[in-house]
């Protein structure tokens, strides 16, 4: 996602999109190229510093019903190309601004329509939940996209616990705001602290899980340490990390993205190739690791699951 600022702005339109997303590598090889390179080779580079070892013998414990067979991202490209504003805006940043980050202890906020609305330890609250590998395509809202094997839980294992009242119709996510530890949060490039939302019946969907780790291993920070949501047929804005507070209510939330700019950024944000971001196409997207672009699918592929969440609405207007 890019902060409007004018340098982004100008670097959009005269840079081929994937490489504008990251201003350092764009200087990289833009230098590279005056220097007479392939720019193809050089794009990859960056991208693929692959050490392999975490990965190369990684399998799924067990199969999920909703698994992609799709090659997956590397564990290296997956926790240093990360969107995390917290801790600076370059792709590169939140895997160094990260390193310190404290989550352990962490208090979990439930509030709104529940019947048991706490303060909750995340550990206590994580006891008694079983722990699926859950291979899933991501898609950002800037055309990049992995396949990325998440350790996690439908969100319906967790939300019982609280038992949310028939009027909640909404649940709304907060990250932890603390400038101290996370940097970005002392400038102003979004309101602070990070919300996001989802309709009830869309949270309950057994595709929109809470993931603690991935690669069967923790949860590194810079991905969202201890625990983020992954919702694969939206746009990757909506899977807000290191979440401290779950509020459940009657009226839809306003996200973030909302918030900082209402025409480019909806409250549904399901992936949609017919539906444009006002300053780029939706219809294709670049998979990480992969130099061709490849056709954006409707709701990300995983249309036949949860297409009937969105009958007889207008996917235009809701975008
Ligand atoms: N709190 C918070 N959550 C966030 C973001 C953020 O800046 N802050 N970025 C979002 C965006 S735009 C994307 S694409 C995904 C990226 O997740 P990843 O870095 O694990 O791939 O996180 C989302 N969740
Ligand atoms: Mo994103």
Redesign the pocket.
Known sequence: ?LIKRANDILSSEITPEPLYHNRRQFIRTAGAAAAGLAVGSIIEQPLRRLSALEQQDWKPKQKSPFDTDEKLTPYKD?TTY?????FGIDKDDPAENAQNFKTKPWSVKVEGLAKKPAAYNLEDLLKGITLEDRIYR?R?VEAWS?VIPWLGFPLSELFKKFEPLPKAKFVEFT?LLDSNQMPGQKRPYLNWP?VEGLRMDEAMHPLAIFAVGLYGKELPN???APFRLVVPWKY??K????IVKIRFVENQPVSTWTQANSDEYGFYSNVNPSVDHPRWSQSSERRIGEFFKRKTLMFNGYGEYVEHLYAGMDLKRYF
């Open positions: 996602m997956i990360n969107n995390f504003y917290e991501m950002c992995m990250t990070y810079q991905n969202g990757g804005f899977g807000i990390k290191s």
